[in-house]
């Protein structure tokens, strides 16, 4: 209270000037006291994150090559069939563009906060006209226009306004990483699903090809066991035909499987999945090894990691505003009414000053609910800090997997390559063999040489892709490429 008497000890002349100046000085004050750039936030936030002891380097990857990194990761797979589908995806993908709507209005929210530290003007205004005289006077007509200007504005001396707006703002930037990692996970889905369905192109080629040659050798055994080849028997025949029908069976599931490929892949273009898109046969190339050694620093790109900066920072802010609210509140306020050739006064200062009013309120007995409220907002602020550790290690542990996984994928797919050759020679022997009537080679050699080559052959197709994904998730785990230390 002793606030509030000692400015009603000063005359309303003095306190409309004071009034005035707190008025300028918070509008200049609010232009600077922004959050600011991105980059000076993050640095704000570093204050805040839990203690997580980072690696120098990846460890997985301390076994690896040197190579030359490309500033794109999308540019790694040598394909622009995949760019060009993932630049569609980005563009018309219907999730994506209702994150970017909901990121525009959120964007419109924070305005709530700034307006609540800058004062709020009111005005009404009303007109009427009226006839005098009556009987044989002259009739006189009057006219009647009263307006009223309200002013109020709450006085922000503990800072507590401000903190909802830095509040605010943090929360707007949250949201801009979460479409940013919205975008990241879509693009990275797109390139998936484009190999997936190049790859299921190839294994439906390969079904196809495989039926082509167990007919051939159904044709030939079943010639053989009609005309008494010696070592042609009835089991022969049986399987052979076994093998046509499981290869014809093959082909409906493949024809099926590139089926939903491409609807998938439809899907997150943003086209009616029709199952009608045409890709290339041939999947994208890597153009080198994953670095030797890649700064852990890379993580902190990762959108939901910047985005849990932001909550901390957030809940913090909140936090402190709580607490604030024990803190009395002080309002300033001036409403005039004014009519006829008296309108001018609403602007004249000695008549404005005529009616401000100081109000000072705090509140006494809540039942401890203001506290309570306070000490729940630092809880939450504790949780928000642990959710940020917990969003680091798994982005450590999604980096480390993928790493490690592309070293084994890299050796499988060495290891496959030569599988798959040793069969191919396998099943030609046996089949050279069995055509020149080698004593002890027969048709069951062929089944099963044929069998492991397949095999071998549609393994080597699947681990391919599988280094693919493999990559994409490794680029999605990191939030973008090697090199690149800021997020753009």
């Excluded at 009263?146 to 703002?169: C, H, M, P, Q």
């Excluded at 509140?329 to 008549?351: H, M």
């Excluded at 039942?367 to 642990?386: C, R, S």
Aim: hydrophobic fraction near 40%; aromatic fraction near 6%.
């Amino acid at each position: 209270m002793s606030l509030l008497v000692f400015v009603f000890m000063f005359s309303k002349q003095y306190i409309l000037s004071v009034f005035i100046i707190v008025l300028v000085s918070a509008g200049c004050s609010q232009l600077t006291s922004e959050i600011g750039s991105k980059s000076q936030k993050r640095a704000n936030l570093n204050e805040d994150r839990s203690a997580v002891r980072v690696p120098g380097s990846w460890e997985a990857a301390s076994r690896g090559t040197h190579a030359k990194i490309s500033t794109g990761w999308l540019n790694e797979f040598s394909s622009p069939a995949m760019s060009r589908l993932v630049l569609e995806a980005v563009n018309n993908n219907p999730n994506l563009n209702a994150s970017a709507a909901r990121l525009r209005a959120t964007r419109q929210g924070t305005i709530g906060s700034r307006a609540a530290l800058l004062p709020r003007v009111n005005g009404s205004s009303s007109a009427s006209r009226s006839r005098n005289g009556n009987g044989d006077n002259p009739r006189s007509y009057g006219t009647s226009l009263d307006l009223s200007l309200n002013v109020s504005w709450e006085t922000d001396i503990w800072g507590r306004l401000k903190d909802l707006r830095k509040a605010d703002l943090a929360n707007y930037y949250a949201s801009i990483e979460d479409y940013r990692g919205a975008r990241l996970s879509l693009a990275a889905n797109t390139a998936k699903a484009y190999c997936d369905l190049v790859t299921s192109e190839q294994l439906l080629d390969l079904a196809q090809e495989i039926l082509i040659s167990f007919e051939k050798n159904r044709d030939i055994i079943e010639r053989n066991y009609k005309a008494g080849v010696p070592g042609t028997r009835a089991i022969a025949v049986q399987l052979s035909r076994t093998n046509v029908a499981s290869a014809q069976r093959t082909i409906k599931s493949r024809m099926l499987q590139r089926d939903r490929s491409r609807r998938t892949l439809e899907s997150l273009l943003g086209r009616y999945p029709g199952a009608s898109l045409k890709t290339s046969s041939l999947l994208p190339n890597l153009k080198s090894s994953v670095p030797a050694s890649i700064p852990a620093s890379l993580v902190e790109r990762r959108p939901d990691l910047i985005a849990a900066q932001y909550d901390v920072y957030r809940s913090a802010k909140l936090a402190d505003a709580t607490a604030k609210n024990l803190l009395p509140s002080i309002s300033l306020g001036s409403r005039q009414s004014t009519g006829g050739n008296e309108i001018s006064n609403l602007f004249n200062p000695q008549f404005l000053a005529s009616n401000i009013a100081a109000s000072l309120t705090q509140t006494i007995y809540r039942g401890g609910q203001l506290k309570a409220n306070a000490q729940a907002a630092l809880e939450e602020n504790k949780a928000t800090i642990f959710n940020y550790a917990n969003i680091a290690i798994r982005a450590f542990r999604e980096v480390e997997n993928a790493l490690d996984a592309d070293q084994s994928l890299r050796k499988q797919e060495e290891f496959l390559i030569q599988e798959t050759k040793q069969a191919t020679f396998a099943e030609r022997s046996a089949e050279l063999d069995y055509s020149e009537g080698i004593e002890n080679s027969g048709i069951l050699e062929i089944l099963e040489s044929q069998r492991r080559a397949n095999n071998a052959r549609a393994a080597l197709i699947n681990i391919k892709n599988n280094r693919l994904q493999n990559r994409i998730d490794l680029h999605l785990a990191l939030g973008g490429d090697f090199r690149t230390l800021q997020s753009k």
